[in-house]
């Protein structure tokens, strides 16, 4: 059976909730107001189109988007990324762990102890509907190299980032 990206986003969306209280350290009755992208019905429940979600790109910085929590507070988050071709992170970690789906786009990579070396052209890449686990704590850097890419990353927060003194041995 092959999995789409939305299969999997749903079943790691389902997950991250039955799991978030007690991930949290302030536990779900904690769990700050979420900011969204299209607000809840009556009955609570979001749906976030495509076009809503567009639109919301087209109104912001057009690099990140929250669908649903804040990442800087405690409880659940979701958050979509866009990296424009040649763009990308260094070296860094986070405090807590963090799902992730490409939706678009091929990602690349580096993990673990390689990625304290700074090299573009030495990372791994990963298509649209690949699914990746980050550690917390867990040394990375990724970018995207010719084309446009998108990435949906759930978490439970506050997440800070910690940048990592790092050698570049090569460019994109």
């Known amino acids: ?17 039955a799991a978030a209280p007690s991930l949290s350290a302030q536990g779900r009755g904690q769990q700050a ?6 607000p809840a019905d009556a009955e609570g429940f979001i749906i976030v ?6 639109a919301s790109f087209r109104t912001g910085t057009g690099r990140q988007r929250l669908l649903y929590g ?8 979701v958050i979509q990324l866009v990296w424009e071709p040649g ?9 807590e762990a963090r799902l992730i789906n490409v939706l678009e786009g091929t ?17 791994i890449p990963v298509t649209a509907g ?7 704590d867990g040394i990375h850097y990724d970018l995207s190299k010719d084309e446009r890419v998108v990435v949906q990353i759930m978490g439970v927060g506050p997440v ?13």
Do not use: K
């Not at 673990?112 to 052209?121: I, L, Q, V, W």
């Open 1 to 17: 059976m092959r999995l789409t990206p939305a299969s999997l986003l749903g079943c790691t969306l389902g997950i991250l909730l």
């Open 33 to 38: 107001p979420p900011q969204l992208v299209t």
């Open 49 to 54: 189109t495509p076009e809503a979600l567009a």
């Open 70 to 77: 804040n990442p800087s507070q405690p409880g659940l988050y």
């Open 87 to 95: 763009s990308g992170s260094t070296p860094h970690t986070h405090n």
């Open 107 to 123: 990602w690349y990579v580096s993990t673990g102890e390689a990625a304290r070396h700074y090299d573009p052209a030495n990372t």
């Open 130 to 136: 690949t699914f990746i686990y980050e550690p917390a």
């Open 160 to 172: 800070r980032t910690t940048g990592i003194p790092h050698d570049t041995l090569s460019t994109r």
